[in-house]
């Protein structure tokens, strides 16, 4: 079924964390004001992108990193038409002309940019197809979306967002349990390294804030990115309200016997209507 | 006679009305009136400006009220007064509009402060085309995995019967864990 809607009410960097968090695999794509994007993931990585007619093909992306010269772009255009980019690479990489790290990192490079540029997009409709992938003759990559997350976090600057995302600076936060979240390989800045040394179950993100001198707005925008990288989720305040942790049914009967009768009655009910 | 209360709450134009009404047992006393504002009125023409009212009987000693919230946040300080009570409490989700989904999760949030008795969510019109499906709406919605999403036609009895069943079960498994 459809996953789709409008970038006014969700932003790029949401949609990767659910891409991320869910491990989906297939085309999100992007109607902009002027253009369309495609962005493709595999199992919640990203692995191609292609904004508007951009040429993303090898010989290109090796020129725009500086890997082909102008001569040699216009000689493989020219020349190579009929060979695809796997096949390219192949050949540029048997010639000793390059290693495959270089070609992965271009292509790496190449599509951080373009959902980097998409980070940008407010206005626009989007939906996912699980069934699009990228051409097959195409080289596609395998990139974690944790650090793009937190890189997109950084440019929100609408306060009320932020806001509505963390109405509240006296909770708590702790790191999530989620397997492979991992601090280590994530391209964090000072600011946000030093909020995450202060994460702990009994410090309130206002502590945190004042313990790190950010002002509100500084430190909401750092949580907000580390809970979108799925790094940290909000809390309680570790005992605060310690009676209301747990969740009570509201009863007449107080005797426990009497609470399950009364809750199986009502089942029993629901069930024959 | 012994009552008890459960609270259908949700973004406007989830549903509510509509699920209480598959299941009650007399006609809902919706305190329902047009809609003033443009954006609102082209989503649907009326809505309810205080409370939905349902009621199921148990039997002779006992009734079960469904009592839904107003949608509109104007109203919502009536959700404080409706919550008070209540057994346990159902948040209405339109899985077609993903646009409510961010005052979906304040709405439970704030249901969750005034008391924090169990609660399910029910992904309504599940049978749309355009609906998002269960898990994308459970990383937009950032509910636990332990947070009953529950797919939901609130026209359909038999969909309705299952998201009030399944609240139940849950109230049942809080009081066995309290035990404990």
């Given at each position: 079924m459809a996953l789709r809607g409008n970038l006014r009410d969700f932003t790029v960097t949401q949609l990767l964390n659910l891409i991320n968090l869910a491990h989906k695999t297939g085309t999100l794509v992007i109607e902009g004001p002027n253009e369309v994007a495609k962005v493709f993931f595999r199992d919640g990585k990203l692995s191609y992108a292609q904004i508007?007619?951009?040429?993303?093909r090898l010989a290109a992306i090796l020129h725009k990193s500086n890997r082909l010269t102008t001569g040699q772009l216009r000689a493989i255009q020219l020349r190579a038409t009929h060979v695809s980019d796997k096949e390219l690479g192949l050949l540029l990489i048997n010639s000793g002309h390059m290693t495959q790290d270089d070609i992965i990192s271009a292509f790496q490079a190449c599509f951080t940019d373009a959902v980097r540029r998409l980070?940008?997009?407010?206005?626009g409709f989007f939906r996912f197809e699980n069934d699009m992938m990228p051409p097959e003759d195409r080289i596609t990559v395998r990139l974690d979306l944790e650090n793009l997350i937190i890189e997109g976090a950084r440019q929100l600057r609408e306060f009320e967002q932020l806001q509505d995302e963390i109405?509240?600076?006296e909770m708590a936060l702790r790191f999530t349990e989620?397997?492979?979240?991992?601090?280590?390989k994530m391209n964090l800045s000072v600011e946000e390294w030093r909020v995450v040394s202060y994460?702990?179950?009994?410090?309130?993100i206002q502590q945190i804030a004042s313990a790190a001198k950010m002002n509100d707005m500084e430190i909401r925008r750092i949580v907000y990115g580390l809970i979108q990288a799925g790094l940290v989720e909000i809390m309680r305040l570790?005992?605060?309200k310690p009676a209301q942790e747990r969740s009570r049914p509201n009863l007449p009967v107080q005797n426990r016997e009497e609470q399950k009768s009364l809750v199986n009655r009502l089942i029993t009910r629901i069930r024959s209507i | 006679m012994q009552t008890v209360k459960m609270v259908v709450t949700g973004p406007f134009s989830a549903g509510k009305t509509e699920f209480i009404r598959s299941v009650s047992e007399i006609d809902v006393v919706a305190t329902e009136r047009k809609i003033s504002s443009d954006s609102e009125k082209a989503v649907k023409q009326a809505t309810t400006v205080a409370m939905d009212f349902g009621r199921i009987t148990v039997d002779e000693d006992l009734v079960l009220y469904l009592f839904g919230t107003p949608?509109?946040?104007?109203?919502?300080?009536?959700w404080e007064i409706l919550s008070e009570g209540m057994l346990g409490f159902i948040v209405m989700v339109d899985?077609?509009?993903?646009?409510t989904f961010r005052e979906a999760r304040s709405i439970l949030e704030t249901f969750r402060a005034y008391a924090p008795t169990p609660y399910v969510v029910a992904a309504n019109?599940?049978?749309?085309?355009?609906s998002w499906d269960l898990d994308d709406m459970r990383h937009a919605l950032r509910l636990?995995?332990?947070?009953k999403l529950l797919p939901c036609v609130a026209t359909d009895k038999n969909t309705v019967k299952n998201v009030l069943l399944e609240l139940l079960y849950s109230i049942l498994a809080e009081m066995e864990t309290n035990e404990k």
């Open positions: 508007g007619q951009e040429d993303n980070f940008t997009w407010v206005e109405p509240s600076l989620r397997p492979g979240a991992n601090l280590q994460i702990n179950p009994k410090n309130t570790e005992g605060s | 949608g509109q946040k104007r109203f919502d300080f009536m899985s077609t509009r993903p646009e019109k599940q049978d749309v085309d355009d636990d995995g332990k947070v």
